[in-house]
C-alpha cells in the first residue's frame, strides 16, 4: 500500500488555474500508470487513486468527518473515463501498487509551488513567522497622494516662476515706455488711439475682454451716428426752429449720457484718471462745437451756408493797413519757413537720390531707374535735376578717370528718364554738360594732363551720343572745338572719343566722319613740331587710321558687347510705346540758352529772331544738301533724275549702286544710310535690274543680300515683284526677260520662294503673262544645280496653303511647257530637252505625291 503523508494542519484553497493544471498532471500519470506495464494497466490506477483519496481523508479526519458515499467497482468503470480522468480523487480507492513508495515518489512529477491572494477586502491572519503583505487599495491610495502632492509642488514652483518672469517683463517694459515717453499720460484711451495710428490696433485683440471689446465698439458706432446725423443736417442747409430745440435738448441730454456710462465706468473699473475725463470732455466740446467749411473760393461759412468775416481782414480795416489776397496771404506765410522747409526737402531728396545711384547697376538698372521715375512723380521737376545733376558731377566728374563701364551705366538711366518723363530732362543735363565743356575748353591752355575732368566730361558726351540723346551734328561741333585747341589735353580727348565711339561715328553718317577726319588731319598738319613729336599725338594718327579702315584689332581694349547690351536693355525698359527723342540742337543754343531762351523746351519763353532762326535752317539744309551730293558725280545726278528718282532716298541709293566697286561695298553703304523705308531699296534695285540690256546677275546677287540681312527687305523685294508682275503689260520683252532671270536666281538662292509667282492669273494668262512664265520655269528647270532644283520646289510642295497654285503649275509644265509647238519655240538642243522632260516628270511626281 501506498504510505500517505501527513499534510499541513492548514492550507488554502487552491484557484481554478491550479486545480485544472492538477487534474491535467493526473491524467498524464494515470497514462503513465496505465501504460507501465504489460497487464494490470487498470488496476494500477485505481490503485494510484484510492492511495490518493486515502490522504486527503487522512488529512482531514480531524476535523470532520466525511459522508460516506456508495463505492463504486474499478472494474465497472470504463477505460474511456479512466484515462480521461474524470473520476473524482475523492471517490477512489487506494489499488496496491507494485513499486515501492519512493519508486512511486520519484515517478511522480514535482509539484510547482503556487501562491494564492486574497481578495481585496479581506483580512488575512498572519501567522507567526509568515511575511506580511499590504493591502493594494492602501498601496493604490498612497500612491495617488504622492502624486497629488508632488503636482501641487509642481504648480506652485510654476507660479512661483511666471510671477518672477513677468515682474521682469513688467520692468522692460516700463523701461522701454520711459525711452518712448510713454509713461507720462495715463490715458488709457489716449494709447489705444496711439495703437491705432500706429496701425498694432490688432494687437487689441490678444489683449482686450470680449465685453471691454464689444462695449467699445458700440461707443464707437454710436459716436459715429450721432456725427452722420450732424453732417447730414448740416449739408441739407434746413435748420428749423423745432430742429435746433431738438438738438438742445440733444446736446442737453448727451452730457448726462456720457455721465451716467463714466458712472458705468467708474462702477466697472475704478482706474479711470483724470486726464481720460479731461479727454472726454474736450470730444464733447468738439461734437457740440459747429463746423465751419470752405468754399471754392476760400471763404469761410458755417452750418447754414453764411459768409464768416475774416479776422485778418476786419483787423487790416480797423487799423487802416492795405488788404492782402488770401493766395498771396499764403504765399507770404509760406516764404517765412521756406527756406528751412526747402532745404529740409531737398536734403530728404538728395539722400534718396544717392541711395537709388549708389546701388545702380546692369543688374538692377529697371528697378533704380523705375525707383527715380517715381521721385519725379513726387518731387518737383527742379529739384530733381538740380540734385541728380549735382549727384552726376560728384559720381562721375572727378579729377581721376571715371569707370567706364560705370558711366554707361549712368547714361543709360539718363536715357530712360529722357525717354520716360519728357525729353526736357535730356536737354537740361546735355545742357549742363555742356557748358561744363566749354568752361573747360576756354582755359584748356591751362589745364593739367593729370586732371581728368574733361575726359570724364568728353566719356559722358560721348555715352549720350550712344544712346541717342542728341545728334550727331553736335557732336562732331564738339569734336571741331577740340581740334581748333590742338594741344596735349585735346588730343588726349580725341583720342578718347575715336576709341570709344569711332567706329559708331563711321557707322552712323560716313560722309561726316570723313570730313572730320580730314579736319582733324590738317590741324595736325599745321600744328608745331613739338606736337608732332608727341607719342600720344601718333598713337591717335594711328587710331584714326584704324577707325577709316575699319580695323577694329589695333583699338586696344575695344568691346561694344557692353554698350549694345546696355542699349537693347533700354529699349527693353521702355513701356507704353515711349521712345528716345533725339534732340537736334546746336551749340550755339546750348550756349545761349539762358540769354536768349529754350526753344526745344514745349512752352517755354524764347526770344529769338525767327528770321535768323529761318536762314540759319536754309543754310543748314544747303550744307546738308551739299554733303549728302558731294560724293557722286555729276553724270549719276543726272542719269538718276533721268530714271525718275525723285526723292533724295532713292537718289542716294541709285548712285551707291552705279558708284559702288561690288555688291558687297553697295550694301555697306546703303545701310549706312540708316533708311527705314526697305521699299525704297527693293524698288530702285529691282528698277535698274529691268533697265539694263542684258540680265545683270549683279542686282540679285545684292538683292540676295539683303534678303538675307533682315526679312523686312525679303518682304520689300516680293511685294515690289508684285507690283511688277501685276504690270507686266507696261514692261517690254527685254525687261521682261531681265525680270525673269532677276527672280529665277532669287528663288534658286532662297532669297524668295517659287510662291512669289503665285500672283499670276494661270486661268486667264495673256501673251505677256505667259512669255514671263516661260522664261521664268525654263531657265528654273534648265539650272546646273539640280539639287537647288528640287529644294525649291519641294518647299513650295510641302505648304498645304498652296493646293491651287501646285496644280496650276503642274498643269502648265504639262500641258503648255511640253507640247510639241511650244518646246520647238524654245529652240533647245536634244540633250536639253531630254532632261527638260525628264525634270518636269519629276518634279509633277514629287508635287502630285505631296499633295496626297
Not at 484557484?15 to 487498470?42: D, F, I, M, P, V
Request: one cysteine or more; a neutral charge; aromatic letters at 6%.
Amino acid at each position: 500500500m501506498v504510505k500517505i503523508k501527513k499534510k499541513e494542519a492548514h492550507k488554502k484553497p487552491l484557484t481554478r488555474k491550479e486545480q485544472r493544471k492538477q487534474k491535467t498532471e493526473a491524467k498524464k500519470e494515470n497514462k503513465r500508470l496505465y501504460h507501465a506495464g504489460k497487464s494490470n494497466g487498470t488496476q494500477r490506477v485505481v490503485a494510484a487513486a484510492e492511495a490518493l483519496a486515502a490522504q486527503s481523508l487522512q488529512g482531514k479526519g480531524k476535523k470532520k468527518k466525511k459522508t460516506k458515499k456508495p463505492k463504486i467497482n474499478p472494474e465497472d468503470i470504463p477505460k474511456e473515463q479512466l484515462l480521461s480522468g474524470e473520476i473524482g480523487s475523492d471517490d477512489d480507492e487506494s489499488i496496491a501498487s507494485d513499486f515501492s513508495d519512493e519508486e512511486v515518489d520519484a515517478l511522480m512529477p514535482k509539484k510547482a509551488k503556487v501562491e494564492i491572494y486574497e481578495p481585496l477586502g479581506k483580512k488575512v491572519k498572519i501567522k507567526g513567522g509568515a511575511i506580511p503583505r499590504q493591502d493594494e487599495a492602501e498601496v493604490r491610495k498612497k500612491e495617488l497622494r504622492q502624486q497629488k502632492e508632488l503636482e501641487g509642488k509642481s504648480k506652485k514652483q510654476r507660479l512661483k516662476q511666471l510671477r518672477l518672469e513677468n515682474e521682469e517683463e513688467d520692468r522692460e517694459i516700463a523701461k522701454l515706455e520711459k525711452k518712448l515717453k510713454l509713461n507720462k499720460s495715463k490715458d488709457k484711451n489716449r494709447l489705444v488711439r496711439k495703437m491705432f495710428n500706429d496701425g498694432l490696433d490688432y494687437l487689441l485683440d490678444f489683449v482686450l475682454d470680449d465685453e471691454e471689446e464689444k462695449q467699445k465698439w458700440e461707443e464707437k458706432q454710436e459716436r459715429k451716428r450721432r456725427l452722420k446725423e450732424e453732417q447730414e443736417k448740416e449739408e441739407a442747409g434746413m435748420w428749423s426752429e423745432d430742429d435746433e430745440e431738438q438738438e438742445d435738448g440733444l446736446t442737453g441730454e448727451l452730457p448726462d449720457d456720457d455721465s451716467e456710462s463714466s458712472r458705468d465706468d467708474d462702477e466697472e473699473d475704478e482706474e479711470l484718471s483724470d486726464d481720460e475725463e479731461q479727454s472726454e470732455e474736450e470730444s464733447e466740446q468738439e461734437v457740440e462745437q459747429p463746423k465751419v467749411k470752405e468754399d471754392i473760393y476760400g471763404r469761410k461759412r458755417d452750418a447754414e451756408g453764411n459768409i464768416l468775416p475774416d479776422p485778418i481782414e476786419q483787423e487790416a480795416s480797423a487799423t487802416g493797413q492795405k488788404y492782402i489776397p488770401p493766395h498771396q496771404r499764403a504765399l507770404l506765410a509760406a516764404s517765412a519757413g521756406s527756406s528751412e522747409k526747402q532745404a529740409e526737402i531737398l536734403a530728404r531728396l538728395q539722400k534718396q537720390c544717392k541711395g537709388l545711384l549708389n546701388r545702380l547697376s546692369e543688374a538692377n538698372l529697371h528697378k533704380i531707374a523705375a525707383g527715380i521715375e517715381a521721385l519725379y512723380m513726387k518731387n518737383s521737376r527742379y529739384n530733381m535735376n538740380d540734385t541728380l545733376t549735382k549727384l552726376l558731377q560728384e559720381a562721375l566728374l572727378g579729377s581721376t578717370r571715371s569707370n567706364e563701364r560705370m558711366v554707361q551705366e549712368h547714361m543709360v538711366l539718363l536715357a530712360y528718364l529722357h525717354a520716360q518723363i519728357g525729353s526736357e530732362i535730356g536737354a537740361h543735363f546735355l545742357q549742363t554738360f555742356v557748358e561744363l565743356f566749354d568752361g573747360h575748353i576756354k582755359n584748356i591752355s591751362n589745364l593739367e594732363v593729370e586732371d581728368k575732368q574733361l575726359n570724364n566730361l568728353v566719356l559722358i558726351l560721348c555715352y549720350m551720343y550712344m544712346f541717342k540723346i542728341f545728334e550727331l551734328s553736335l557732336l562732331m561741333e564738339l569734336i571741331g572745338r577740340l581740334s581748333d585747341e590742338l594741344c596735349e589735353k585735346s588730343v588726349e580727348c580725341l583720342l578718347l572719343i575715336l576709341q570709344t565711339i569711332g567706329f559708331r561715328l563711321r557707322k552712323d553718317d560716313p560722309l561726316a566722319f570723313k570730313t572730320m577726319m580730314q579736319r582733324v588731319q590738317a590741324q595736325i598738319a599745321a600744328a608745331p613740331l613739338e606736337l608732332k613729336e608727341n607719342p600720344r599725338l601718333r598713337f591717335m594718327v594711328d587710331i584714326l587710321n584704324a577707325v577709316k579702315n575699319n580695323n577694329m584689332q589695333k583699338l586696344p581694349q575695344y568691346d561694344p558687347e557692353l554698350a549694345e547690351n546696355l542699349r537693347k536693355r533700354l529699349k527693353a525698359m521702355l513701356k507704353n510705346d515711349r521712345y528716345v527723342v533725339t534732340l537736334n540742337i546746336t551749340l550755339e543754343d546750348l550756349l545761349r540758352a539762358d540769354k536768349v531762351g529754350k526753344w526745344w523746351i514745349v512752352g517755354s519763353a524764347w526770344t529769338g529772331n525767327l528770321n535768323e532762326m529761318g536762314s540759319a535752317k536754309q543754310k543748314q539744309d544747303a550744307n546738308s544738301s551739299k554733303t549728302s551730293n558731294a560724293g557722286f558725280a555729276d553724270k549719276l545726278l543726272e542719269l538718276a533724275k533721268k530714271q525718275q528718282m525723285n526723292t533724295a532716298e532713292r537718289k542716294n541709293i541709285f548712285c551707291i549702286i552705279m558708284s559702288a566697286a561690288d555688291y558687297v561695298d553697295a550694301f555697306e553703304k546703303i545701310l549706312h544710310l540708316a533708311l527705314k523705308d526697305q521699299r525704297a531699296v527693293a524698288y530702285v534695285i529691282i528698277h535698274c535690274a529691268l533697265n539694263e540690256k542684258r540680265a545683270n546677275p549683279y542686282y540679285a546677287h545684292l538683292s540676295l543680300k539683303f534678303c538675307q540681312y533682315n526679312r523686312k527687305y525679303q518682304l520689300a523685294f516680293q511685294f515690289a515683284s508684285w507690283d511688277r508682275i501685276n504690270d507686266i503689260e507696261s514692261l517690254s520683252k527685254p525687261q521682261i526677260r531681265n525680270l525673269a532671270s532677276f527672280l529665277q536666281q532669287l528663288i534658286l538662292s532662297a532669297g524668295l520662294q517659287l510662291s512669289v509667282l503665285k500672283v499670276v492669273d494661270f486661268m486667264q494668262l495673256d501673251k505677256l503673262s505667259f512669255f514671263f512664265m516661260k522664261e521664268v520655269m525654263v531657265r528654273l528647270l534648265l539650272a546646273p544645280d539640280e539639287r537647288e532644283i528640287y529644294q525649291t520646289f519641294e518647299r513650295v510642295a510641302k505648304n498645304t496653303k498652296l493646293q491651287q497654285f501646285k496644280q496650276s503649275v503642274r498643269l502648265f509644265l504639262q500641258h503648255f511647257l511640253l507640247k510639241g509647238e511650244q518646246l520647238e519655240k524654245l529652240k533647245l538642243k536634244e540633250e536639253e530637252q531630254q532632261l527638260l522632260q525628264q525634270r518636269v516628270d519629276h518634279l509633277d511626281k514629287l508635287l502630285a505625291y505631296v499633295d496626297l
